[in-house]
């Protein structure tokens, strides 16, 4: 998930020959990493602009040649270049099939209910009770951002990484949790199709930022999961190339490096109390689940299709896909928040809006409007709300 912030550079701090040097190196390595995950459109972009204005230094490797050819690969977030390729959302597709008609299928580990509903994010809620049950590793990558003031979000996410390795280095808890709650509400801001459609709810946005901040807290400043940060550094840095491409064999160490940092933090985060603060109520599953799945949206687009496979089902990320089919037993309701329609299932209790990602008590009947004589199922825990018709304030009391 924490794709952005942890691996800019300090511009204009050193300005020595050596520096020079060391800086193009650390270039060098952050473009590598990159195209190992697999490139961002915009990271590429803000990447060329930096390099296009370097004078060439010879016997240095050509930085803009090297990006270019990575921008050719494409990955997520970026236009279909070469249809087939390793890396474009075609060769995704044929990993990953099958197409978007049809969602993952999944049980709720919280009420047992079955997921019959289409989520508007990767996120998947249960269509009963609301809780978060799993997480759509095709949806993800299929979703793009277009950033619209780049100047700005280089320039936010490079003052965070800056400030972050400072309170980092110095072990500052608080000033720590300060730089990582402005990373998350930065990354909701810039990247929201990445992040939980419920992050449209204040108040979850609100919770998910503190939730996140908690556990970054509780994590990255703790000995031995700096420890395992290094061993998965080594183990990247080991990997074997062949042109863009990973060779597998070198990846499945990266992986259990990694499969060892999350056991390690989960470790850390339940002793903590962390979970109990997720707003989303997602089993352990599903968080590893999803953190499985921004590792592996990075690697799939420089595997081969056979490898890329291997990766899905080592993560247990490959899952059973269905057909999304019309719900016959769904009744419509309208959102007591944005006034969209939706599908609601008999017993269901609460349910989130795939249009403004509020959680609705779809257990109660809808309420009328005294104004517009309007209905609506009234959010979840509210007594009331304004009628998103006609803008009067609904009170459950006052009928
Ligand atoms: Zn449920
Ligand atoms: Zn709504
Ligand atoms: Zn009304």
Request: aromatic fraction near 6%.
């Amino acid at each position: 998930m924490a794709l952005f912030g942890k691996k800019k550079h300090d511009e204009d701090k050193h300005s020595e020959p050596d520096a020079i040097t060391a800086r193009r190196d650390a270039a060098m390595q952050n473009a590598q990493e990159v195209m190992n995950r697999g490139p961002a459109a915009d990271e590429l972009e803000r990447a060329q602009q930096y390099w296009a204005n370097k004078p060439a230094v010879p016997g240095a490797p050509d930085m803009s040649a090297m990006l270019e050819r990575a921008k050719q690969m494409g990955g997520p977030g970026m236009a279909p270049t070469d249809a087939g390729a390793p890396g474009s959302p075609t060769w995704i597709d044929a990993v990953l099939h099958p197409q978007s008609d049809f969602m993952r299928q999944c049980t709720c580990d919280q009420c047992g209910g079955p997921k019959k509903l289409p989520s508007a994010s990767a996120y998947i809620y249960c269509d009963y009770c609301s809780a978060l049950v799993d997480y759509d590793l095709r949806v993800a990558i299929r979703s793009t951002d277009t950033i619209t003031d780049r100047t700005a979000y280089a320039a936010t996410f490079n003052g965070i990484g800056a400030r972050s390795r400072d309170a980092k280095a110095a072990g500052d808890r608080q000033a720590y949790a300060g730089v990582r709650r402005e990373f998350w509400d930065a990354w909701l801001t810039y990247t929201p199709s990445a992040a939980s459609h419920r992050a449209g709810d204040p108040n979850y946005r609100e919770a998910y930022i503190n939730f996140m901040t908690a556990g970054n807290v509780v994590t990255d400043l703790d000995p031995s999961y700096q420890a395992t940060e290094e061993q998965v550094k080594q183990a990247v840095m080991s990997l074997h190339r062949n042109g863009m491409m990973i060779e597998p064999d070198s990846l499945w160490p990266v992986l259990d490096a990694y499969i060892h940092q999350r056991e390690l933090a989960t470790g850390l985060l339940k002793a903590a109390g962390i979970p109990d603060q997720d707003p989303d109520h997602a089993s352990e599953a599903v968080r590893q689940r999803i953190s499985m799945s921004a590792m592996a949206q990075g690697w799939l687009t420089s595997l081969s299709p056979e490898a890329g496979e291997e990766l899905l089902t080592r993560t247990g990320l490959q899952g059973e896909y269905k057909k999304i089919e019309p719900v016959a037993d769904g009744v419509i309701r309208h959102c007591g928040k944005c006034g969209q329609e939706f599908a609601s299932l008999p017993g269901a209790k609460t349910a989130i809006c795939n249009s403004c990602g509020h959680q609705l008590d779809v257990g109660a009947a809808e309420w009328p409007c005294n104004g517009c004589g309007g209905l609506m199922t009234m959010p979840s825990g509210a007594t009331e709300t304004t009628c998103p018709y006609c803008k009067q304030l609904v009170s459950r009391a006052g009928r």
